[in-house]
C-alpha cells in the first residue's frame, strides 16, 4: 500500500532562513508527487508536481522539490523563507491511480 | 470564477444524531473527492466521484457513512449516530477529470465536532 512520510511535524525558522522539508513515500511503481500549501485561514493548494521528466520541479512563490527516485523522496525547499510562508505543508503522493495519499503534513511557523 | 464551496462551515451535533455536509464543486469539474483531516493527520480519503460511474466508496470507515452526488454535480457526505472520533475537518475537492495530472482544487472545509 502507498504511504507518505513526513520527517517534521512542527519548524520554526527565521526569516531569510532556508528551508527543506523532508518527504519519503512508499510505493514500488510510477509515481505522481505533489505539494500542497494551506496558509491560515486560506484552502489547500497546489504548490508544485513532478509527474516526468526533470526531477527539479519549481513551483510558485520560489519553491522547488527534488524527486529522488532510489530514496522515494521528494523534499521540499527554499532559500529564503518569508513571513508569509508560514503554512501548513502536505506533502502527497499518487501512483497513477484517483487515490492520492496525503502525508501527516508540516506546520512552518516563519519568524519576522 | 467561484471554486469549491461546503457548507455549513461548522457543524456541532450530539452524540447518536446524524449529520449532512455538503459540497459544490467548480462548474465542469467531473471529479469529486472527500477527506477527512483529523487533528495531527494527513488528508485521509474517503470518497470518489467520477461522472457516472460507480462511486469508489473504498476509503468510507464505517457503513455509517455514506454519500451521493446528484446530477454529477453537488455531493452530501453523510454521518449517521455520528461518534465523537467523527470529529475531524471534512474536506471536499474536484477536479476536472480522473487522470491525476488533473490539479485537486480543494473547499474550506467543514469543521464537525461531535460533543
Known amino acids: 500500500a502507498q504511504s507518505v512520510s513526513q520527517h517534521n511535524h512542527h519548524v520554526i525558522l527565521s526569516e531569510a532562513a532556508s528551508l527543506e522539508l523532508g518527504c519519503n513515500y512508499s510505493?514500488?511503481?510510477?509515481?505522481?508527487l505533489f505539494w500542497y500549501v494551506q496558509y491560515p485561514g486560506q484552502h489547500l493548494q497546489l504548490l508544485l508536481k513532478?509527474?516526468?521528466?526533470?526531477?527539479l520541479v519549481k513551483g510558485i512563490k520560489g519553491f522547488e522539490a527534488e524527486f529522488i527516485k532510489s530514496k522515494f523522496s521528494f523534499n521540499l525547499r527554499k532559500p529564503s523563507v518569508q513571513w508569509s510562508d508560514t503554512a501548513e505543508y502536505f506533502c502527497?503522493?499518487?501512483?497513477?491511480?484517483?487515490?492520492?495519499?496525503f502525508g501527516a503534513g508540516t506546520r512552518l511557523f516563519v519568524k519576522a | 470564477g467561484a471554486g469549491v464551496s461546503q457548507s455549513p462551515s461548522n457543524k456541532v451535533t450530539e452524540k447518536g444524531k446524524d449529520v449532512e455536509l455538503r459540497c459544490d464543486p467548480i462548474?465542469?469539474?467531473?471529479?469529486l473527492y472527500w477527506y477527512r483531516q483529523s487533528l495531527g493527520q494527513g488528508l485521509e480519503f474517503l470518497i470518489y466521484?467520477?461522472?457516472?460511474?460507480?462511486?469508489?466508496k473504498s476509503g468510507l470507515p464505517s457503513d455509517r457513512f455514506s454519500a451521493e452526488r446528484t446530477g454529477g454535480s453537488v455531493s452530501t457526505l453523510t454521518i449517521q449516530r455520528t461518534q465523537q472520533e467523527d470529529s475531524a475537518v471534512y474536506l471536499c475537492?474536484?477536479?476536472?477529470?480522473?487522470?491525476?495530472?488533473?490539479?485537486?482544487?480543494f473547499g474550506p472545509g467543514t469543521r464537525l465536532t461531535v460533543l
Open positions: 475537492a474536484s477536479s476536472l477529470g480522473r487522470s491525476p495530472l488533473n490539479e485537486q482544487f
Open positions: 510505493y514500488g511503481g510510477t509515481v505522481n
Open positions: 513532478y509527474f516526468s521528466g526533470d526531477p
Open positions: 502527497a503522493v499518487n501512483g497513477n491511480g484517483f487515490k492520492t495519499i
Open positions: 462548474s465542469g469539474h467531473t471529479a
Open positions: 466521484f467520477q461522472g457516472n460511474s460507480a462511486p469508489d
